[in-house]
């Protein structure tokens, strides 16, 4: 399945507790549940642009040092602001031709 259907999922799913995060994580694989962490991430550094910043590492590089045992906690967390960086990334993503499938 697409990252942006992950995506989607995820925004209608929140807010979430750690339990329900980490059971929406486990229908993903280990690729998948990577990308929609650095989507998040890559979001919230983009919440007030229109396009991606110039320069900017579009990978999941930048959740490397992460445990995937963490990333239910993650979600819960930022709990509904997850949908605002997701916003922002599929904003700035299709405003500057990224295919977030790349991510």
Known sequence: MSIY???DTLKNLVPLNQSQADAFL???SGK???QII???Y???DHLH???ISDGYAMDTGMVDHISNDEYGRIISEKNTAVKQYLD???RCADNSGFDLNKL
Do not use: C, F, M, Y
């Open 49 to 51: 642009n229109q396009e």
């Open 26 to 28: 486990v229908s993903l």
């Open 42 to 44: 890559i979001g919230r």
């Open 5 to 7: 259907n992950h995506i």
């Open 38 to 40: 650095a989507a998040i």
């Open 88 to 90: 922002a990334l599929t």
């Open 32 to 34: 998948e549940q990577k």
